[in-house]
């Protein structure tokens, strides 16, 4: 059993205020793990410290086997980062787009130019590769943020929100791309506020005012709490929350 991710205790404070209050947990190597939670529940400060963007205040963790207090930078480079306000540049073409963040992430000439060709081929992409990206339609640039944020083949993928804002079709769309990404050994760990999407993951957490209130798969959450929805779950957790802002 290879683990992507682990946290022991970590904890974050912004002095007397704990934003995330001695979270643990496991993700293992080329699982789709869902991290949910209301706003306020802690959920974004803690992914800011599994991406080394943040220290944690007290406790643990390990991000692709590097430790996130004394690594970030290692960390940086094994991940790839998703969010709802895409990373792509709207005044550059498709081709443009790719091969910035290629070179971003260290790769190589030759090996750029070759993965560019794949992935436009695969994303049905290749009539619009000088296209600006200002000019595709919403969901056509979040298939081309993801195949960004994993080009260079990461260990884990973070994808905050990633589908905010488009319809189900689409949304169910981008999610083929992430089952893939999971099949090739990618970590997949993704917040949503789509609790449709929380079905689609093989197990869940759900936090609530900074700890972790349930964490297993949906069919197991269902059962637990006599829910016929992820939604119903969510909602018997969420309303017991005392935050308004994270």
Known sequence: MLIAIQTENLTKQFGSFTAVDNISFHVLRGEIFGFLGANGAGKTTAMRMLCGLSKPTSGSGEVAGYDIA??????????????????????????????????????????????????????????????????????????????????????????????????????RQFWELIYQAAERGITVFVTTHYMDEAEYCNRISIMVDGKIEALDTPKNLKRQFHADTMDNVFYQLARKATRKSD
Do not use: C
Not at 80 to 105: C, H, P, T
Not at 142 to 171: W, Y
């Open 70 to 171: 004394r690594q970030p930078e290692k960390i940086k480079k094994n991940i790839g980062y998703m969010s709802q306000k895409f990373s792509l540049y709207e005044d550059l073409k498709v081709w443009e787009n790719i091969r910035l963040f290629a070179g971003i992430y260290g790769m190589k000439t030759p090996e750029i130019a070759r993965k560019t060709d794949e992935i436009l081929h695969s994303l049905g992409f290749a009539s619009e590769k000088n296209t600006r990206v200002k000019s595709l339609p919403l969901g056509w640039k979040q298939k081309l943020a993801f195949s960004v944020a994993i080009f260079h083949e990461p260990k884990i993928v973070f994808l905050d929100e990633p589908t905010g804002g488009v319809d189900p079709v689409t949304r």
